[in-house]
């Protein structure tokens, strides 16, 4: 079993910073990919980003590209999203995610946190 718990979020405005963190625990971290995922109230589950384990290639969303930074610290068992110039179309719950394999596919996630809610005010 994988725990992941996310911090970091609040209300920020447009054009400002956010850092994510998601803590994990239970089986080893560094044996999984890491994504970040977003629900905007009355909307489907959106992929944001996801880094690989080992070799750590990143993919992101069209939306977020050259905005959000995904990165992990397997020796902290930590994943961050970056995320600036935020937009309020950035207002969501974000959830991080663990997978065995890199995938912008939900369902194939076997891990996720409970979300943390970010708030952007235009």
Do not use: H
Request: hydrophobic share 30%; glycine share 10%.
């Amino acid at each position: 079993q994988v725990q992941l718990v996310e911090s970091g979020g609040g209300l920020v405005q447009a054009g400002g910073s956010l850092r994510l963190s998601c803590a994990a625990s239970g089986r080893t971290f560094s044996s999984y990919a890491m994504g970040w995922f977003r629900q905007a109230p009355g909307k489907e589950r959106e992929f944001v980003a996801v880094i690989s384990r080992g070799s750590g290639s990143t993919n992101y969303a069209d939306s977020v590209k050259d905005r959000f930074t995904i990165s992990r610290d397997d020796a902290k068992n930590t994943v961050y999203l970056q995320m600036n110039s935020l937009k309020p179309e950035d207002t969501a719950v974000y959830y991080c995610a663990a997978t065995p394999f890199p995938t912008t596919n939900g369902k194939a996630y076997n891990y996720w946190g409970q979300g943390t809610q970010v708030t952007v005010s235009s």
